[in-house]
């Protein structure tokens, strides 16, 4: 019994004296207190709701300028929100891994979680999936998509109460699908409606894990009961992908039998699924893993970041009716009627929905934090941080920041990204994408998209809520999520054509 409790002692002994010299770097830095053996600052977010956790993260940033020591269990995360840091995290090329909390989101395969070296490579062949040319080729599909979520709008009965994110994030669902898969999907209705509800538990159920230590062993996690749950979810979304994948691989097959032209020829850019379909140059493959991991990443990225912003979009609307008819006004001045063709140079002209955009992704970004991890010793804030450790960039609190966004940065304001105001702005003050080499690969697929579905919106309809500005919360999750339903009332506007008809009764 003496020996075994000696040998304990030096075991932990040698663990202790490890976890020194590995984190000694870090003593000059400011941390939470207190820190607990083994759970470390894990109280913070035991027994806490989603909504706590998301503002304890905030106050993490708000609380300390710039670097702050978080300790998860053992390991360090270095959190900031400093946009100074921020650029030198993103922008240099030893920082571009993926640290382990995000393998807890599954799909490690793709995009989104991938390591360092499978993303490089996957991203540079999947880059041409989304240059300019193959998104001026998609605004078509997005035209379809929204004007069929305006008609089913319009299918309610005047000023009747809805979930308008249940109609944003089918419509993106529809358009990701329509462009990067080639798929159609308006006959699945129900299938549309469970993978819907199945990604939202398998990013909640992500999210919850990465904020929870007790959680990070496998062999604990999977005796609990959001191991199920995230499994069931994540077989419904890999189920309605491969039945999209198929009926690709089906049609593929057919054109090459008929040998057209378009499909054999691999030096012109490929929609996402042909491109992770093909043979390379160098006669490289994806594989299964591959494709279901990648296609995951982008058509989630598209569909769940999107659908929510637009929704999020429609609450900014109820609460500045002045901004809404500002935004009807110029709409209907450069688009006045549905025959007026949407494409590139008419969506450039919109510059206060461009504007009015760039704010709501500034109050709600993408992903609310972001972690790196660095492959290399870097030199930060006067720190000299060796390879290997996390760091946490909360970028909803950096786009709060006073010094950068001015006394009234809580406030809505489109203004903010006049030319005036953005001239002088740090270039890294606003990352609603994320930023560096791993920005999102679809942000460019995002903002023409999400044009098009305000423009339909409002153009069509004015929206009202009982939701009062001050009730808006977010909770912990990989987006940016409300606690809560987003219920707008929906107003039928008149066209031009009722008005002219009307006046002559």
């Known amino acids: 019994m003496i020996v075994l409790l000696f040998i304990i002692v030096v075991l932990c002994s040698v663990l202790y004296l490890n976890h020194r010299r590995r984190y000694k ?8 207190k207190p820190v607990y053996p083994i759970l470390g600052n894990g109280d913070i977010m035991l027994g806490k709701s989603d909504v706590q956790r998301f503002d304890t993260m905030v106050k993490i940033c708000r609380n300390n300028d710039r670097l702050v020591k978080v300790w998860a269990g053992p390991r360090l995360l270095l959190f900031t929100c400093h946009p100074d840091l921020i650029q030198q995290i993103l922008s240099n090329p030893d920082c571009s891994e993926k640290p382990f909390l995000y393998k807890f989101a ?3 395969q793709g995009l989104f979680t991938a390591k360092h070296k499978l993303w490089r490579v996957t991203r540079k062949r999947l880059n041409s999936c989304f240059n300019q040319r193959i998104l001026h080729g998609f605004i078509p599909t997005f035209v379809t998509c929204a004007r069929r979520m305006a008609e089913k709008l319009n299918e309610l009965p005047d000023g009747a109460t809805v979930n308008i994110h249940k109609y944003t994030s089918l419509c993106t669902l529809e358009m990701a699908c329509g462009t990067t898969l080639g798929s159609t999907i308006l006959q699945r209705k129900e299938d549309k409606e469970q993978f819907v509800k199945g990604l939202d538990v398998a990013f909640n159920g992500a999210a919850r894990r990465m904020v929870s230590v007790h959680l990070y062993l496998d062999f604990v996690y999977r005796f609990t009961k959001y191991y199920s749950e995230i499994m069931q979810a994540r077989k419904v979304v890999c189920d309605f992908f491969n039945e ?10 057919s054109d090459r039998q008929n040998n057209n032209s378009d499909t054999a020829d691999n030096h012109k850019p490929k929609r996402l699924i042909d491109e992770l379909l093909s043979v390379s140059e160098d006669g490289k493959t994806f594989s299964e893993t591959q494709i279901i991991d990648n296609i995951y990443a982008v058509v989630t990225g598209a569909n769940d970041t999107s659908g929510l912003l637009i929704a999020h ?13 500002k935004l009807f006004q110029e709409i209907t001045e450069h688009l006045p009627g549905e025959e007026i063709d949407i494409n590139p140079d ?6 206060y929905l461009e504007m009015f955009l760039k704010e709501c992704l500034r109050h709600c970004p993408v992903a609310p934090n972001v972690a790196r991890e660095n492959m290399a010793e870097l030199q930060i804030d006067g720190v000299k941080v060796p390879a290997g450790n996390i760091f946490v960039m909360n970028f909803y609190a950096l786009h ?7 006394p009234d ?6 203004l903010n990204f006049s030319e005036a105001r953005s001239k002088d702005r740090h270039p890294f003050a606003y990352l609603p994408f994320s930023g560096g080499s ?3 690969i679809g942000w460019r697929y995002a903002m023409f998209s999400m044009k098009i579905m305000l423009i339909y919106l409002i153009r069509n309809f004015k929206f009202d809520t009982k939701i009062r500005r001050e009730e808006v919360r977010y909770r912990h999750d990989l987006t940016m999520k409300l606690p809560f339903d987003h219920m707008v009332q929906v107003h039928k506007r008149i066209t031009a054509k009722e008005r002219l008809s009307q006046s002559y009764v």
């Open 25 to 32: 770097f870090a003593d000059s830095l400011p941390g939470l």
């Open 106 to 108: 599954g799909f490690e």
């Open 244 to 253: 999209l994948i198929s009926e690709r691989k089906n049609f593929l097959d």
């Open 313 to 325: 979009a429609c609450l900014f609307l109820c609460f500045h009716k002045d901004i809404q008819e």
């Open 346 to 351: 008419t969506l450039k002209q919109l510059e």
């Open 400 to 406: 709060r920041r006073k010094d950068v966004w001015g």
């Open 409 to 414: 940065a809580e406030a809505f304001d489109p």
């Open 438 to 440: 791993r920005i999102c």
